[in-house]
């Protein structure tokens, strides 16, 4: 069977490595020209990186990323609200990891272009619509570089393209743009010396747009040194306050130091580390309606181009990796792809739907916002009770995780290509 895969970010090459290592043959046609080491910091969380241990990628993985142990929530003087551990930390087998985007990007693209061939990732080719029928998908690109039509003849065709994607586009013609919370977020890396403990990943404030993240993604290169920090400041102003522009809008140092002003963090230089940052980039907070339906015919999303989330919980990524496992499962489980995306659409949108709606009632961070309401921390167990109740329907609680069959589909189960 062969499967082609419309974008070349974490969700579209994972997709081809799970594709891959079910016996399924797979392609990734990615819109850029050229896939970067950019971007800045993303998590990945225990039932993610069990996903990527299980592709063989462990070791890659402890290369490039800092495993966290605890997550601590601050309020805007620095106090301690309420924390929680983090990976290993807190039952779970696998780690959780901080890493650069980027970085983790090119690490899942070396893993393509070893395992699949040089040619498995085609770059350069804006993905404009599809035909199907019942053989089979005809995909239709643009070759940016060499300004001509492209088609793809494939047996499934898998829309992993992004929050905007033009493979949901074409399912759902009169969707409209992405839906904002009106808060925009404005991201840096920067050289900081440790906050905390080093291995801590720090979220501070209360409600959507009063917020301040930080966590580190690389150690210093020598004792005593400074590590990578990535970090997030979020913000909401009325639309005459602040030209606010679109995502990637770059933001001035001045803009910047007079956001971070008002917050009394004491274990974070907030100047310095404003200063450190080489460039401030914001980014609305967006996501979409959840949809009925994923898959029609031999076509089917997955990863943000299904089901783009508010990061709070950090599960949006997370969520896009064990997508891509039970999506490869499923085509190996069924002769029919069509019944294969039906299976692998039951099994995966309810529950994923359910975490984009937690996450717009703020999923666990509804811990912090309740306490800047209450006027203090929250007792222990209720603010337990939180984080329990999202991980258990994110399906990420520790039992959960470490105790599930592995979707790793064995070389007698796969279907032959």
Avoid at 265 to 282: K, R, Y
Wanted: net charge negative; charged share 20%; glycine share 10%.
């Amino acid at each position: 069977m062969r499967v082609t895969v419309v974008g070349g970010g974490i969700a579209g090459l994972t997709c081809a490595l799970s594709l891959h290592a079910a016996g399924l043959e797979a392609r990734v046609w990615e819109a850029a020209r050229t896939i970067e080491a950019i971007g800045v910091g993303i998590n990945l969380l225990p039932h993610a990186v069990r996903e990527l241990s299980e592709l063989g990628l462990a070791g890659e993985l402890a290369s490039v990323a800092l495993p966290p142990h605890r997550l601590s929530y601050r309020d805007r003087t620095g106090e301690t609200v309420w924390e929680e551990p983090l990976g290993t930390a807190a039952g779970y087998r696998w780690p959780q990891y901080s890493v650069h985007r980027g970085r983790l990007q090119m690490v899942l693209l070396a893993a393509v272009r070893e395992r699949l061939g040089p040619d498995a990732v085609r770059t350069g080719l804006q993905f404009q619509r599809f035909d199907q029928n019942a053989d089979g998908v005809r995909a239709h690109f643009h070759d940016r570089i060499g300004d001509l039509p492209v088609t793809d003849d494939t047996d499934v065709l898998v829309g992993a393209d992004g929050i905007d994607s033009a493979v949901r586009a074409q399912l759902y013609p009169y969707e409209g743009p992405a839906l904002g919370n009106g808060v925009h977020m404005w991201r840096g890396v920067a050289h900081h010396p440790h906050i905390l403990d080093g291995r801590s990943i720090v979220v501070a404030g209360g409600t959507p747009g009063a917020k301040f993240v930080a966590y580190p993604i690389e150690d210093p290169a020598t004792t005593g040194g400074e590590a990578l920090m990535n970090w997030v400041l979020e913000v909401r102003h009325e639309p005459s306050a602040l030209p606010m522009g679109g995502t990637g809008r770059r933001i001035t140092t001045a803009e910047a130091h007079n956001e971070t002003a008002s917050w009394n963090l004491p274990w974070v230089d907030l100047a310095t580390l404003v200063e450190q940052s080489q460039a401030i980039l914001q980014y609305p907070m967006l996501d979409r309606d959840p949809l009925p339906r994923w898959s029609f015919g031999r076509v089917t999303l997955l990863g943000d181009a299904a089901h783009p989330m508010f990061p709070m919980g950090m599960n949006g990524g997370s969520q896009s990796v064990v997508d891509t496992r039970v999506l490869a499962w499923c085509l190996t489980r069924e002769n029919d792809p069509v019944a294969a995306l039906r299976r692998y659409d039951r099994m995966r949108r309810p529950t994923v739907n359910a975490v984009v709606l937690a996450n717009r009632a703020l999923g666990p961070e509804e811990v912090i916002a309740r306490a800047e309401s209450h006027g203090g921390p929250l007792p222990a167990g209720r603010a337990e009770e939180i984080a329990t109740r999202y991980h258990k329907l994110a399906e990420a609680t520790a039992p959960q995780v470490n105790s599930h069959s592995s979707w790793t589909v064995s070389g007698s189960t796969a279907r032959p290509r």
